[in-house]
């Protein structure tokens, strides 16, 4: 019982950052069409520049 629900929180925690990528990849498919107005795009900028300074962070990728 306790190995099942445990399986089911790791498949969980799994499936949370492809749900993340989408979610980001729907807001850059909306940034990139021109209906959208320039304040809902600078927001879009805001949230992807927030993203990718989490995973950077995340990642290590400016330990030096």
Excluded at 24 to 32: E, S, T
Excluded at 39 to 57: G, P, R, S
């Amino acid at each position: 019982m306790i190995i099942l629900s445990q399986r089911r929180t790791i498949e969980r925690l799994k499936q949370k950052p492809r749900h993340l990528k989408i979610e980001i990849y729907a807001l850059y498919l909306a940034y990139r069409d021109p209906r959208v107005s320039w304040y809902a795009k600078a927001f879009v900028a805001l949230v992807q520049v927030i993203y990718f300074e989490k995973n950077q962070k995340e990642v290590g990728a400016f330990d030096v």
